[in-house]
T-cell receptor
Framework: GENVEQHPSTLSVQEGDSAVIKCTYS??????FPWYKQELGKRPQLIID?????GEKKDQRIAVTLNKTAKHFSLHITETQPEDSAVYFC?????FGFGNEKLTFGTGTRLTIIP | GAVVSQHPSWVICKSGTSVKIECRSL??????MFWYRQFPKQSLMLMAT?????????EQGVEKDKFLINHASLTLSTLTVTSAHPEDSSFYIC???????????????FGPGTRLTVL
């Protein structure tokens, strides 16, 4: 099955600086890579996702890059703000479009923005 | 739109009792719901995939007789933790996939989670 590794496990960044979180996956058939933000005791929230036919996707201060050859993808947050502090999870899935494809999550990164 | 609720939000029970957790899609129909377990400071671990009208598919290492899943309708799936023990204490989260959105990938919408504490 799929295995997703995520680094670093913790990350502290000065407010206004950029944060980068990296994930690697093992199954070359995976074609969908979402990123989730989870605040303490809350549900995961999808913040951005990328499909394997795209190398990069950006949404305001958040961007995701994908290297299919190396089987890794990264989350980039620019101009970080205190409200970006949370745990971030990457995930991978092999999607056929049936809706029952499962996600394999990374181990999570606790991001702390230092004011 | 695409709201998923869970009930209860938290529950405390005695060891040996059973606890039922409900997952509802409030404004859409879900052919598939997923159940996850999350221990403190850990990732989401998929327990099972629940399909309406059929038996759930359990992940390796998850006891199907202990974690009973019933997906009785397109808007409701339940997880029953039978004979709960303290090691079952965890945050249980469900997600639902909307039926027939026409996209190549149907996003999983997560419920708010249920914190189970077994004494």
């Amino acid at each position: 099955g799929e295995n997703v590794e995520q680094h670093p496990s913790t990350l502290s960044v000065q407010e206004g600086d950029s944060a980068v979180i990296k994930c690697t996956y093992s199954d070359s058939a995976s074609n969908y890579f979402p990123w989730y933000k989870q605040e303490l005791g809350k549900r995961p929230q999808l913040i951005i996702d990328i499909r394997s036919n795209v190398g990069e996707k950006k949404d305001q201060r958040i961007a995701v890059t994908l290297n299919k050859t190396a089987k890794h993808f990264s989350l980039h947050i620019t101009e970080t703000q205190p409200e970006d502090s949370a745990v971030y999870f990457c995930a991978a899935s092999n999607v056929f479009g049936f809706g029952n494809e499962k996600l394999t999550f990374g181990t999570g990164t606790r991001l702390t923005i230092i004011p | 739109g695409a709201v998923v609720s869970q009930h209860p939000s938290w529950v405390i029970c005695k060891s040996g009792t059973s606890v039922k957790i409900e997952c509802r899609s409030l404004d859409f129909q879900a052919t598939t719901m997923f159940w996850y377990r999350q221990f403190p400071k850990q990732s989401l671990m998929l327990m099972a995939t629940s399909n309406e009208g059929s038996k759930a598919t359990y992940e390796q290492g998850v006891e199907k007789d202990k974690f009973l899943i019933n997906h009785a309708s397109l808007t409701l799936s339940t997880l029953t933790v039978t004979s709960a023990h303290p090691e079952d204490s965890s945050f249980y989260i469900c997600s639902a996939v909307e039926l027939g959105t026409g996209s190549s990938y149907n996003e999983q919408f997560f419920g708010p989670g249920t914190r189970l504490t077994v004494l």
